[in-house]
């Protein structure tokens, strides 16, 4: 025989899907600023969907430090010390949309040497900003970036590059808005290194040491804001 469902039936179960639908998009914060931590801490719930330890003394982030935080939206390191970072620390995040090194002692984009490597993982999920402002960053490989196929924002502004490779976004570029380089030793930019930027709206630049501005930048059709301009600077694409 056949159950009918009557008015007040359907009001539960309305209420269990949106109660179900508030406990999947949770906030949790995990915040400890400034309270010198030499490491991660292990009391971080692993529910969290955000971290912040800013301003801390962190040197190294370890293997698989990140990885038991499945929810993890967010992180940010900035303004610490960190010199290393394991090619397993971030495995497993598939929900990771933001994450900032910004203003420590980086010698390299962490571990995007090897393409069997978590980070690569990493930028194949859905981040969409990533800040590695103010490091010692002198090098960037051909197509470091070629598997972030949802970045939006990318800051490396303040490191010490000379040089932008060809290849070093790929296709996944076409997703790009946002780039800052400005504040480095930048005095090249290779033929086709912009090849893939098409949506790009806004380029900083300044504070380099160009003679000339490539002529890369005047393939940029999508380009909204370029700074420094050309214009005020009398430099001409090349």
Same mark, same amino acid.
């Given at each position: 025989?056949?159950?009918?469902?009557?008015?007040?039936?359907?009001?539960?179960?309305?209420?269990?899907?949106?109660?179900?639908?508030? =406990?999947?998009?949770?906030?949790?914060?995990?915040?400890?600023? !400034?309270? @010198?931590?030499?490491?991660?801490?292990?009391?971080?719930?692993?529910?969290?969907?955000?971290?912040?330890?800013?301003?801390?003394?962190?040197?190294?982030?370890?293997? /698989?430090?990140?990885? /038991?935080?499945?929810?993890?939206?967010?992180?940010?390191?900035? !303004?610490? @010390?960190?010199?290393?970072? $394991?090619?397993?620390?971030?495995?497993?995040?598939?929900?990771?949309?933001?994450?900032?090194?910004?203003?420590?002692?980086?010698?390299?984009?962490?571990?995007?040497?090897?393409?069997?490597?978590?980070?690569?993982? =990493?930028?194949?999920?859905?981040?969409?900003?990533?800040?590695?402002?103010?490091?010692?960053?002198?090098?960037?490989?051909?197509?470091?970036?070629?598997?972030?196929? @949802?970045?939006?924002?990318?800051?490396?502004?303040?490191?010490?590059?000379?040089?932008?490779?060809?290849?070093?976004?790929?296709?996944?570029?076409? $997703?790009?808005?946002?780039?800052?380089?400005?504040?480095?030793?930048?005095?090249?930019?290779?033929?086709?290194?912009?090849?893939?930027?098409?949506?790009?709206?806004?380029?900083?630049?300044?504070?380099?040491?160009? @003679?000339?501005?490539?002529?890369?930048?005047?393939?940029?059709?999508?380009?909204? !804001? =370029?700074?420094?301009?050309?214009?005020?600077?009398?430099?001409?694409?090349?």
């Amino acid at each position: 025989m056949l159950r009918t469902f009557s008015t007040d039936d359907f009001v539960k179960v309305w209420l269990i899907l949106l109660l179900l639908c508030t =406990l999947s998009t949770k906030q949790i914060t995990f915040e400890k600023e !400034k309270s @010198k931590l030499t490491s991660v801490p292990s009391e971080i719930p692993s529910e969290v969907t955000k971290i912040n330890l800013k301003e801390n003394i962190l040197t190294s982030i370890p293997d /698989r430090c990140f990885s /038991r935080f499945t929810n993890l939206t967010s992180v940010s390191l900035d !303004k610490n @010390k960190i010199t290393d970072v $394991s090619t397993t620390a971030f495995q497993g995040l598939a929900k990771v949309k933001e994450i900032s090194l910004a203003n420590n002692l980086l010698p390299s984009i962490p571990a995007l040497e090897s393409v069997e490597n978590s980070l690569v993982n =990493l930028y194949e999920s859905p981040v969409q900003n990533i800040d590695f402002s103010n490091n010692k960053i002198a090098v960037l490989n051909p197509g470091l970036f070629e598997n972030c196929t @949802k970045l939006v924002s990318l800051k490396l502004e303040s490191n010490q590059l000379t040089v932008l490779p060809d290849g070093v976004f790929g296709p996944a570029g076409t $997703s790009l808005r946002y780039l800052s380089l400005k504040s480095n030793k930048l005095n090249t930019v290779e033929n086709g290194t912009f090849a893939y930027l098409t949506n790009l709206h806004e380029l900083y630049m300044e504070n380099n040491q160009f @003679k000339e501005f490539p002529m890369e930048i005047s393939k940029l059709v999508s380009i909204r !804001k =370029l700074f420094p301009r050309m214009e005020s600077n009398n430099q001409h694409p090349r």
